[in-house]
């Protein structure tokens, strides 16, 4: 870790944890990313480990009297010959034999400070000098620039006005026994929310249209495990071998798997495009033309530490302190405000953002209101024309077959079946199971043919969807429909009421051609009206649209 200490001089105070004390070194100018500055490093006293993080003011008359921040933190290792995060002993060896042979060669893992460095010891005592390797993280830029504190965010200035607020020393780094990365570990999941908001305790990040997944380092092989179990690191292999190259053992990260159309926005459809190709030449010719990215957002396990309990604030901490970040490999962008976050999201092409609360442990395979999603509101109105049978507590409705009116069609728009809570589910339900029964005679329409007892309704259902159905109102009946297949337009406004109709069949066509007819008996004629409002910016819209395209679903 490095304090940025404002005595008599400014300086920066390096120090090397090992054995459970500081190894410390002046550094008059402070840390350099270009190879050809020489940093002068002068040796002090050991300080104990608990003030690693000390930040605040020193008072005078004190030694080093002064103020002082936490510029920089993360853990590191002896590199020369491989690194050894995930054994602490003969990490701790190696330093001492290489100091005392004076020079020693580190991997940095920190906010600031990432690569490999040197300390190298000159003729005179004490003296070192600190030297940043030539590797991915060289820059000539003038890192000490960045005078912040990576825990507060204040700069040593600012502490003469504003008491700092310490944390114990022990959360500075990830820190804690080594088990084995469970093998079945599953991702955290969010529950549904509003609106965007800006409250004490919460953060807020994008929200990736890609591929959910754990990239996890075990015995050596790197799995990419999505949300179900399967792993991914077959279908993308150059991106497998990146996250490969820069984990450590007994690691997982939490990210998404994102790729980018023409325009540079996140793709769903070109993820899905990118995954399908089967042959090495495919899949090397997409990885040059466009190749995907990995996002990273959490750190559930470093090293074999197991960081579930541990609050989201330092597990993110941590995750933008081991993360080595390349062109494959990006840290996903946290934001306390709310609103702001959106806005950048959805202008950005992101599908929404996500909160999370900053005390909030890892729940792994768990959904918990401690992660909120919010995409962009969008209502419409649509006619519900038949269903489909469910399984287990679902049994007796699967999801809703819904269209809408155009001219003297009732236009098929897609399924629903998500979204319900307990009392809509009873509600819907309920109505559902009072529809006139009916047989699926042939077909196989990816959104009826489990429908073997489908139903359509002497009184139509209109459901309101926002994601997923939330209200639901009974009109006039009409005396049959017609569902095709048809695209909702993103800049479709309206769909007029439909006539009433002598035909007696709802028809489906799927993408072969075949008919699935689901045929009733002729009832009262009436008139249904279905009305079409997006909400949504045309970008958001677009995005709703291809998202139901590509997923046939409205979730």
């Known amino acids: 870790m490095v304090q940025q200490h404002s005595a008599r001089r400014l300086h920066y105070d390096f120090r090397l944890e090992c054995e459970g004390v500081l190894l410390s070194w002046a550094v ?99 003296q070192w000098l600190l030297i940043k390797h030539k590797d ?47 093998s079945k570990l599953a991702p955290m999941l ?73 325009s540079g926005r996140p793709s769903f459809g070109a993820l899905q495009q990118r995954a399908q190709l089967k042959t090495a030449r495919e899949r090397a010719a997409a990885d040059a033309a466009a190749p995907v990215a990995f996002f990273a957002f959490d750190l559930p396990f470093f090293a074999g530490v197991d960081l579930r309990e541990a609050p989201y604030v330092d597990r993110r901490r941590y995750l933008a302190q081991c993360l080595m970040p390349s062109p494959l490999v990006h840290l996903v962008h946290a934001e306390r405000d709310g609103a702001a976050m959106q806005q950048a999201a959805l202008a950005t092409g992101f599908e929404g953002v996500i909160a999370k609360r900053e005390a909030s442990t890892y729940h792994a395979g768990r959904r918990t209101g401690d992660w909120l999603k919010v995409k962009p509101v969008r209502t419409a109105d649509f006619v519900i024309g038949g269903y489909s049978r469910g399984k287990g507590s679902r049994a007796a409705l ?68 926002k994601y997923a159905v939330l209200r639901v109102r009974v009109e006039e009946a009409t005396s049959a429909v017609v569902f095709e297949p048809h695209a909702v337009a993103a800049d479709e406004a309206a769909v007029h009421a439909g006539p009433s109709l002598p035909s007696l069949a709802l028809r489906v066509e799927d993408r072969r051609n075949r008919t699935v007819e689901l045929r009733r008996a002729p009832h009262a004629r009436g008139r249904l009206a279905a009305h079409i409002a997006p909400r949504s910016s045309a970008a958001a819209t677009a995005g709703w649209r291809r998202n139901r395209q590509m997923r046939a679903s409205m979730t």
């Open 28 to 126: 008059p100018k402070g840390p350099a990313l270009d190879p050809s500055e020489k940093r002068l490093a002068v040796q002090t006293e050991d300080h104990p480990y608990d003030y690693a993080s000390f930040e605040g003011v020193i008072p005078p008359g004190q030694y080093g009297a002064g103020e002082v921040i936490v510029w920089d933190c993360g853990v590191y290792s002896p590199d020369e010959g491989g690194t050894a995060f995930d054994d602490r002993a003969s990490a701790e060896s190696r330093v001492r034999h290489d100091l005392a042979a004076g020079k020693l060669s580190i991997e940095l893992r920190g906010t600031k400070l990432k690569g490999s460095f040197a300390l190298v010891k000159t003729r005179e005592a004490k």
């Open 136 to 182: 991915r993280f060289t820059t000539t830029h003038d890192v000490t620039r960045d005078g912040q504190s990576v825990l507060s965010g204040a700069a040593v200035e600012d502490l003469v006005a504003v008491p700092a607020r310490r944390i114990p020393a022990g959360r500075l780094v990830p820190a804690g026994p080594v088990v084995s990365v469970p």
């Open 190 to 262: 969010a529950e549904t929310g509003d609106a965007a908001f800006t409250r004490d305790g919460w953060a807020w990040e994008p929200k990736l249209d890609g591929y959910r997944a754990l990239a996890i380092l075990r015995e050596g092989k790197l799995h990419l495990r999505s949300r179900r179990g399967l792993d991914l690191a077959a279908d993308f292999p150059a991106l497998a071998a990146e996250i490969a190259r820069q984990a450590v053992e007994g690691t997982a990260i939490d990210g998404e798997i994102v790729a980018f159309d023409a």
């Open 398 to 465: 699967g999801s809703l077959l819904v269209g809408y009116w155009e001219g003297r069609k009732l236009k098929y728009a897609s399924h629903v079946g998500s979204g319900f809570d307990a009392k809509t589910l009873k509600l819907v339900g309920e109505r559902c199971g009072r529809m006139r029964r009916i047989r699926l005679h042939h077909g196989r329409h990816a959104a009826v043919q489990r429908a073997r007892d489908g139903g359509l309704h002497g009184s139509m259902i209109v459901a309101e969807r």
